[in-house]
Nanobody, 114 residues
């Protein structure tokens, strides 16, 4: 069992930055993948960024060049550095840890004001 907790959300002006953290109980060094998803009001959940076990990353086109996903195995934590935020980035952001099965956090709200 893996327990996942997100933090770091908040209210920020357009152009600002936030760093989200996803703390997972237990080691994540053997996780198959870790990812950030988001769900904006009235929209479907979408993949924002993913980092797989080998360290490769992939991003949604809408965040490429602005967001960076990284992991710290020693701290069992995954990060999402978000720069140049836009109002359309407003959403609840969820962390997913895949370690044989999927483990989701409860989400953290990010609100970007114009």
């Amino acid at each position: 069992q893996v327990h996942v907790v997100e933090s770091g959300g908040g209210l920020v002006q357009a152009g600002g930055s936030l760093r989200l953290s996803c703390a997972a109980s237990g080691n994540i060094f053997d996780a198959n993948a870790m990812a950030w998803y988001r769900r904006a009001p009235g929209k479907q959940r979408e993949l924002v960024a993913v980092i797989i076990s080998g360290g490769s990353t992939n991003y949604a086109d809408s965040v490429k060049g602005r967001f960076t996903i990284s992991r710290d195995n020693a701290k069992s934590t995954v990060y999402l550095q978000m720069n140049s935020l836009k109002p359309e980035d407003t959403a609840v952001y969820y962390c997913l840890v895949v370690r044989g099965t999927e483990y989701w956090g409860q989400g953290t709200q990010v609100t970007v004001s114009s």
